[in-house]
Protein backbone atom coordinates (compact mmCIF):
# COMPACT_ATOMS: atom_id res chain seq x y z
CA UNK A 1 0.00 0.00 0.00
CA UNK A 2 1.50 3.36 -0.63
CA UNK A 3 1.19 5.75 1.97
CA UNK A 4 1.17 9.52 2.68
CA UNK A 5 1.82 10.24 6.26
CA UNK A 6 0.77 13.46 7.65
CA UNK A 7 1.21 14.22 11.64
CA UNK A 8 -2.56 15.07 12.21
CA UNK A 9 -1.97 17.71 14.90
CA UNK A 10 -3.42 20.15 15.78
CA UNK A 11 -0.33 22.73 15.34
CA UNK A 12 -0.58 25.72 17.06
CA UNK A 13 1.20 28.92 15.71
CA UNK A 14 1.01 32.46 16.68
CA UNK A 15 -1.04 35.02 14.09
CA UNK A 16 2.40 36.44 12.18
CA UNK A 17 4.80 33.45 12.60
CA UNK A 18 5.26 30.36 10.44
CA UNK A 19 3.54 27.58 10.30
CA UNK A 20 5.25 24.33 8.70
CA UNK A 21 3.51 21.67 7.57
CA UNK A 22 5.26 18.32 6.42
CA UNK A 23 4.30 15.36 4.73
CA UNK A 24 6.33 12.00 3.96
CA UNK A 25 5.07 9.24 1.29
CA UNK A 26 6.16 5.47 0.41
CA UNK A 27 6.73 5.48 -2.76
CA UNK A 28 9.79 6.60 -4.40
CA UNK A 29 8.52 7.19 -7.80
CA UNK A 30 6.03 9.62 -6.94
CA UNK A 31 6.18 12.52 -9.61
CA UNK A 32 3.68 15.31 -8.23
CA UNK A 33 2.79 16.78 -5.08
CA UNK A 34 0.17 18.76 -4.07
CA UNK A 35 -1.26 20.40 -1.14
CA UNK A 36 -4.63 21.04 -0.24
CA UNK A 37 -6.57 23.55 2.50
CA UNK A 38 -9.60 22.16 3.93
CA UNK A 39 -12.00 24.27 6.29
CA UNK A 40 -14.14 22.13 8.43
CA UNK A 41 -17.15 21.14 6.73
CA UNK A 42 -16.05 22.38 3.17
CA UNK A 43 -14.45 20.40 0.27
CA UNK A 44 -10.91 20.55 -0.39
CA UNK A 45 -9.21 23.67 -2.14
CA UNK A 46 -5.90 23.48 -3.89
CA UNK A 47 -3.24 25.77 -3.17
CA UNK A 48 0.07 24.35 -4.10
CA UNK A 49 1.44 22.14 -6.23
CA UNK A 50 5.27 21.10 -6.96
CA UNK A 51 6.89 18.77 -9.48
CA UNK A 52 10.54 18.94 -9.11
CA UNK A 53 13.14 19.35 -5.91
CA UNK A 54 13.38 22.89 -4.66
CA UNK A 55 10.78 25.19 -3.06
CA UNK A 56 8.08 26.52 -5.13
CA UNK A 57 6.83 30.36 -3.84
CA UNK A 58 2.95 31.20 -4.19
CA UNK A 59 2.35 34.62 -1.91
CA UNK A 60 2.70 33.37 1.70
CA UNK A 61 3.00 29.80 0.68
CA UNK A 62 6.30 27.76 -0.30
CA UNK A 63 6.08 24.60 -1.14
CA UNK A 64 9.05 22.58 -0.80
CA UNK A 65 10.14 18.88 -2.11
CA UNK A 66 13.03 16.64 -1.14
CA UNK A 67 12.63 13.54 -3.46
CA UNK A 68 15.57 12.06 -2.05
CA UNK A 69 14.22 12.45 1.38
CA UNK A 70 10.75 11.37 0.38
CA UNK A 71 8.86 14.37 1.74
CA UNK A 72 7.35 17.72 0.58
CA UNK A 73 6.49 20.47 3.09
CA UNK A 74 4.41 23.99 3.22
CA UNK A 75 5.42 26.73 4.69
CA UNK A 76 3.09 29.63 5.36
CA UNK A 77 4.52 32.54 6.10
CA UNK A 78 2.88 35.35 8.43
CA UNK A 79 0.15 33.26 9.72
CA UNK A 80 -3.30 34.47 9.86
CA UNK A 81 -6.59 33.39 11.81
CA UNK A 82 -8.19 32.71 8.07
CA UNK A 83 -5.20 30.07 7.79
CA UNK A 84 -6.38 27.82 10.45
CA UNK A 85 -7.74 24.89 8.73
CA UNK A 86 -6.65 21.14 7.94
CA UNK A 87 -4.04 20.90 5.47
CA UNK A 88 -4.23 17.76 3.12
CA UNK A 89 -0.87 16.66 1.20
CA UNK A 90 -1.46 14.91 -1.87
CA UNK A 91 0.84 12.33 -4.26
CA UNK A 92 0.58 11.13 -7.35
CA UNK A 93 2.23 7.39 -7.18
CA UNK A 94 3.51 6.11 -10.59
CA UNK A 95 1.63 3.50 -12.25
CA UNK A 96 -1.87 4.94 -10.87
CA UNK A 97 -2.55 6.72 -14.00
CA UNK A 98 -4.60 9.85 -12.44
CA UNK A 99 -4.97 8.95 -9.09
CA UNK A 100 -3.98 10.90 -6.36
CA UNK A 101 -3.47 9.26 -2.69
CA UNK A 102 -4.01 11.66 0.45
CA UNK A 103 -2.98 12.14 3.70
CA UNK A 104 -5.21 12.08 6.80
CA UNK A 105 -4.48 16.09 7.17
CA UNK A 106 -2.58 18.19 9.35
CA UNK A 107 -5.11 20.69 11.50
CA UNK A 108 -3.32 24.15 12.18
CA UNK A 109 -4.25 26.36 14.43
CA UNK A 110 -3.44 30.13 14.26
CA UNK A 111 -4.06 32.05 17.42
CA UNK A 112 -4.16 35.65 18.68
CA UNK B 1 -18.34 31.25 -13.88
CA UNK B 2 -17.03 27.94 -14.62
CA UNK B 3 -16.91 25.21 -11.52
CA UNK B 4 -18.06 22.20 -10.33
CA UNK B 5 -21.02 21.71 -8.79
CA UNK B 6 -22.83 18.63 -6.45
CA UNK B 7 -26.20 18.50 -5.37
CA UNK B 8 -27.80 18.13 -2.82
CA UNK B 9 -25.56 19.60 0.03
CA UNK B 10 -27.36 17.14 2.22
CA UNK B 11 -28.95 14.10 1.96
CA UNK B 12 -30.79 11.44 4.11
CA UNK B 13 -31.57 8.05 3.26
CA UNK B 14 -33.35 5.04 4.91
CA UNK B 15 -31.03 2.07 4.95
CA UNK B 16 -31.64 -0.63 1.97
CA UNK B 17 -32.50 2.99 -0.46
CA UNK B 18 -29.67 3.32 -3.79
CA UNK B 19 -29.19 7.14 -3.82
CA UNK B 20 -27.52 9.06 -6.68
CA UNK B 21 -25.59 12.06 -5.89
CA UNK B 22 -24.86 14.44 -8.66
CA UNK B 23 -21.71 16.06 -10.17
CA UNK B 24 -21.62 18.55 -12.93
CA UNK B 25 -18.43 20.60 -13.99
CA UNK B 26 -18.06 23.28 -16.98
CA UNK B 27 -14.59 23.35 -16.92
CA UNK B 28 -14.17 21.21 -20.11
CA UNK B 29 -12.59 19.00 -18.16
CA UNK B 30 -11.73 15.11 -18.96
CA UNK B 31 -11.15 13.57 -16.26
CA UNK B 32 -13.63 13.54 -13.09
CA UNK B 33 -13.41 11.69 -9.95
CA UNK B 34 -15.85 10.72 -6.96
CA UNK B 35 -13.73 10.52 -3.18
CA UNK B 36 -15.29 9.45 -0.10
CA UNK B 37 -14.28 11.43 3.25
CA UNK B 38 -14.81 9.64 6.87
CA UNK B 39 -13.66 11.48 9.75
CA UNK B 40 -9.96 11.07 10.60
CA UNK B 41 -9.41 9.60 7.26
CA UNK B 42 -7.75 10.30 4.42
CA UNK B 43 -9.84 11.31 0.89
CA UNK B 44 -10.31 7.54 -0.65
CA UNK B 45 -11.01 7.24 -4.26
CA UNK B 46 -13.99 5.13 -5.51
CA UNK B 47 -14.30 5.60 -9.19
CA UNK B 48 -12.75 7.99 -11.98
CA UNK B 49 -13.84 8.51 -16.05
CA UNK B 50 -10.55 9.89 -17.92
CA UNK B 51 -13.15 9.74 -21.07
CA UNK B 52 -17.12 9.79 -21.92
CA UNK B 53 -18.29 6.26 -21.55
CA UNK B 54 -15.07 4.64 -19.75
CA UNK B 55 -14.86 4.81 -16.23
CA UNK B 56 -12.32 2.88 -13.58
CA UNK B 57 -12.66 1.54 -10.08
CA UNK B 58 -11.03 3.23 -7.59
CA UNK B 59 -10.01 1.70 -4.15
CA UNK B 60 -12.88 0.99 -2.63
CA UNK B 61 -15.96 0.89 -5.59
CA UNK B 62 -17.78 -1.90 -3.72
CA UNK B 63 -20.97 -1.24 -3.29
CA UNK B 64 -20.85 2.19 -5.76
CA UNK B 65 -21.65 2.62 -9.56
CA UNK B 66 -21.21 5.34 -12.08
CA UNK B 67 -21.79 6.77 -15.65
CA UNK B 68 -20.14 9.28 -17.63
CA UNK B 69 -22.88 9.95 -20.88
CA UNK B 70 -21.24 13.59 -20.86
CA UNK B 71 -18.13 15.27 -20.53
CA UNK B 72 -19.84 17.52 -17.97
CA UNK B 73 -21.42 14.89 -15.96
CA UNK B 74 -20.56 11.90 -13.74
CA UNK B 75 -23.65 10.88 -11.54
CA UNK B 76 -22.75 8.46 -8.38
CA UNK B 77 -24.74 5.90 -7.34
CA UNK B 78 -24.29 4.30 -3.90
CA UNK B 79 -26.31 1.20 -3.65
CA UNK B 80 -27.97 -0.83 -1.20
CA UNK B 81 -24.86 -3.31 -0.97
CA UNK B 82 -22.07 -0.50 0.34
CA UNK B 83 -22.27 -1.29 3.75
CA UNK B 84 -21.15 2.09 5.52
CA UNK B 85 -22.66 4.52 2.87
CA UNK B 86 -22.93 7.75 5.64
CA UNK B 87 -19.92 10.04 4.57
CA UNK B 88 -18.76 13.20 2.70
CA UNK B 89 -19.02 12.70 -0.95
CA UNK B 90 -16.45 14.19 -2.98
CA UNK B 91 -16.70 14.94 -7.00
CA UNK B 92 -13.26 16.29 -8.43
CA UNK B 93 -12.18 16.96 -12.35
CA UNK B 94 -9.28 17.60 -13.70
CA UNK B 95 -7.85 19.21 -17.09
CA UNK B 96 -6.27 15.80 -18.09
CA UNK B 97 -5.23 12.27 -17.73
CA UNK B 98 -1.75 14.01 -16.47
CA UNK B 99 -0.44 16.00 -14.35
CA UNK B 100 -3.43 16.33 -12.19
CA UNK B 101 -4.02 19.41 -10.62
CA UNK B 102 -7.39 17.82 -9.33
CA UNK B 103 -10.32 20.46 -8.21
CA UNK B 104 -13.02 19.59 -5.86
CA UNK B 105 -16.90 20.31 -5.98
CA UNK B 106 -18.44 21.56 -2.78
CA UNK B 107 -19.29 17.97 -1.35
CA UNK B 108 -22.12 16.03 -0.66
CA UNK B 109 -22.68 15.20 2.86
CA UNK B 110 -24.47 11.55 3.32
CA UNK B 111 -26.59 10.42 6.14
CA UNK B 112 -27.92 6.58 5.78
CA UNK B 113 -30.33 5.61 9.32
Redesign the interface.
Known sequence: QKE?EQN?GPLSVPEGAIASLNCTYSDRGSQ?F?W?RQYSG?????IM?I?SNGDKEDGRFTAQLNKASQYVSLLIRDSQPSDSATY?C?V?NTGT?????????TRLQVTL | DGGITQSPKYLFRKEGQNVTLSCEQNLNHDAMYWYRQDPGQGLRLIYYSQIVNDFQKGDIAEGYSVSREKKESFPLTVTSAQKNPTAFYLCASSIGYSPTEQYFGPGTRLTVT
Open positions: VSSFYKSPELSYLALASKLTFGTG
